[in-house]
């Protein structure tokens, strides 16, 4: 059984060599507004110390559509995230107009702002994939979101969006300390409400989670959480994953759909809110690869983002001497910093302590 | 030619590739922070109202498109357009929602054939006499 898992890893290691090589986009990433209703703790962004920033106007980023346009782009999805991006009054138009360029479209939202008449308009402008964050019971919701009516409104949300067979809707949970002993209470809120796929991530040690002891799992838990998605795969009552933030060793293939791939600069790119061209937008922002106002986007995409790409550069630091580098390739590029040759979390290593 | 067969062969070892280590999931991911990709089909439904009578759009008039549940007004132009997902025939609703305030107009129940990504429909309402 090993060696046909062994065989399968190198192969798809293979795979993700030539995938780099080729680099197709896949998936754009839009900050449109860094402007927020929530605060929550473990925000990457930190969306409140900067909700001065101006949103980016449609046209700006219209633009970058219709530079990628000449390339087919049927199947690239621009994922519109902030910030919230429901705090836009204009994300509707701004929507149709991506859909009307050919590109699909979707948000990633806490759901405060999530309505019914929303919900209809969204889909009149033709959103087809949804992400909501839905954290723990009560508490420990409104603990992370620091807003009392967050729960709630992202219950609602949560009621909303399953009825609508057209979006590709799933939950996502940042697992910490406190809601991990709620993780079969969420699960069982999600499949009584009809949810068909949760995605559980852990919060990485940048932003405003930096510090905070609540935030992280220990080793221990992280065994725990990859046992509780590895079972609940088995049960298959509903699409249940790790996100794709690490190398997460023995428990490869058993807490996704497939083995690690951090696909940043290679399927993935973005546009943040002040014009950078990056990849995820959690990613370090020193690791921008040009600007929007001072670049075409399809060069930077097509020449650009080479430790995106060749993974070897990031065989630094304590990833060096690494057994698992190949497989592993330097983990999320979320959790790498420019200039610093460490990784700034491994899940292999956390796994390995306990 | 030759470059042809090589971006063929490529594709195709990668394709293998792919489907030896992972099956079912070759391109369909989403990133920690991002969404699950859309793969589904829809089509855009749009067009424009004009009173039979005097052939001038009729702004905030309803439109249902009952096939997907969804709906959407008219504008000053008397102009529509909404995605709905894909479907072989759409049954319309069209309905003066607003009372008076831009002249009275009959219902009308549409339904159209559809084989293309983009519906246009031109519609013709009959005045109503109140
Ligand atoms: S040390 Fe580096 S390469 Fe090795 S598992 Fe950790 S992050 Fe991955
Ligand atoms: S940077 Fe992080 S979030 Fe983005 S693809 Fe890589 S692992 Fe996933």
Redesign the pocket.
């Known amino acids: 059984m090993n060696i046909v898992k062994n065989i399968r890893k190198g192969l798809f290691r293979i795979f993700k060599e030539e995938e780099a090589k080729v680099h197709t986009l896949r998936y754009l990433f839009w900050e449109c507004t860094l402007r927020c209703n929530l605060s929550c703790i473990h925000c990457g962004s930190d969306c409140k110390r900067e909700s001065d920033v101006p949103d980016m106007p449609m046209p700006n980023f219209l633009r970058v559509l219709d530079e990628i346009n000449s390339q087919p782009h049927e199947l690239i999805t621009v994922v519109i995230t902030g910030g919230e991006p429901l705090m836009r009054n204009d994300l509707e138009l701004c929507g149709k107009e991506i859909r009307k360029r050919g590109f699909r479209w979707s948000i990633v939202t806490n759901g405060l702002l999530y309505s019914q008449e929303r919900q209809q308009a969204l889909l009149n402008a033709g959103m087809g994939a949804l992400t909501l964050s839905f954290d723990g019971l009560y508490h420990t919701h409104t603990w992370l979101r620091s807003h009392k009516a967050s729960w709630e409104a992202a219950l609602h949300a949560m009621q909303l969006a399953v009825r609508v067979p057209r979006i590709a809707f799933d939950v996502v949970t940042c697992v910490n300390k406190k809601n991990f002993s709620e993780l079969e209470a969420i699960y069982n809120i999600l499949l009584e409400n009809g949810v068909k796929a949760w995605r559980l991530f852990t919060i990485a040690p940048i932003g405003r989670a930096k510090g905070n002891e609540d935030l992280h799992l220990s080793g221990q838990e992280l065994h725990m959480l990859m046992h509780f998605i590895a079972d609940k795969k088995r049960i298959g009552n509903m699409n249940v994953n790790f996100s794709c933030e690490g190398?997460v060793s023995e428990y490869e293939e058993n807490v996704r759909d497939g083995f690690f791939f951090c696909r940043a600069g290679i399927h993935i790119g973005s546009v943040l809110v002040n014009g950078d061209i990056a990849a995820c937008p959690n990613i370090d922002h020193n690791f921008a690869q040009g600007n929007i106002y001072h670049d075409h986007f399809m060069d930077v995409w097509n020449n650009r983002y080479e430790t995106f790409r060749n993974r070897k550069l990031l065989k630094t630091g304590?990833?060096e001497h690494?057994k698992?580098?190949s497989f592993?390739?330097?983990?999320g590029m979320h959790l790498r910093e420019a200039g610093n040759p460490d990784?700034l979390h491994?899940h292999?290593?956390l796994l390995n302590q306990s | 030619m030759k470059n042809l067969y090589f971006n063929i062969r490529k594709s195709f070892v990668r394709k293998l590739l792919g489907f030896f280590s992972i099956s079912s999931v070759l391109f369909v991911f989403q990133a920690c922070y991002g969404t699950p990709q859309d793969m589904a089909n829809d089509v855009l439904i749009e067009g424009t109202v004009k009173n039979k009578a005097d052939n001038s759009p009729i702004p905030g008039l309803k439109v249902d498109v009952i096939t997907t549940s969804q709906s959407t007004f008219t504008d000053s132009n008397g102009t529509f357009s909404l995605y709905a997902p894909y479907n072989d025939t759409f049954s319309i609703k069209f309905t003066d929602s607003d009372g008076s305030a831009n002249g009275l107009f009959k219902t009308l129940d549409t339904t159209t054939a559809n084989q293309t990504h983009v519906l246009n429909l031109n519609v013709l309402i009959e005045p109503s006499v109140k």
Do not use: P, T
């Not at chain 1, 592993?328 to 983990?331: E, L, P, V, Y």
């Open positions: 190398y304590i990833c690494c698992e580098f592993c390739q330097g983990n990784v491994c292999h290593q």
